[in-house]
């Protein structure tokens, strides 16, 4: 084969590839356990039925991003009712493996008033945020070493980076 007829067969299969991904909301992203935790939420939860209006459904790719080292993930999921057409934006924590959302919110594509789910899912699931106590005592463990009385660092004489 000639490099052209290589060239132009190589780049078609990168193309092709690109769009599938595109497609598909690149599969991982689309896939992630935050999207399914939303997109289950916004189908049975009556006041996103009625904001969105029925039938619910799933138009468009899912952007966003995952880390999973730092375990923090922002997803925008699209979506369409009756009613509306709106995105989905989903954040969550990795705790362990785990996965917790820690924001459900449906945002118009108008540009009205947002209908957050957090607090209904967390009902739903039975898992809440900690709420921050400012009276609470702090707790100390016994196996807690005491911090050193004075600590001294010793520095080599002369400028950094000369001999």
Known sequence: ????QIYRK????VLFLCI???LSGCGRIANHPLVTMAKEEVV?????????????????T???????VDGIAAMQ??????????????????FGDEWGVTLLEI??????????LTADLAARSGVETPKFDPNAT??????????????TIELPPGLPGQE
């Open 1 to 4: 084969m000639l490099p052209r």
């Open 10 to 13: 190589l780049s078609t299969r």
């Open 20 to 22: 599938t991904c595109v």
């Open 44 to 60: 049975i939860n009556n006041r996103s039925q009625e904001f969105l209006g029925e039938p619910i459904t799933w138009k468009g």
């Open 62 to 68: 899912v952007t966003g991003r995952a880390n999973e």
């Open 77 to 94: 999921i699209p979506v369409a009712g009756q009613k509306a057409a709106a995105t989905v934006i989903v954040e969550g924590k990795k």
């Open 107 to 116: 945002r118009p594509k108008n540009g009205d008033q947002k209908l957050s």
């Open 138 to 151: 702090q707790s100390t463990s016994p196996q807690t070493a005491p911090p050193p009385a004075e600590i």
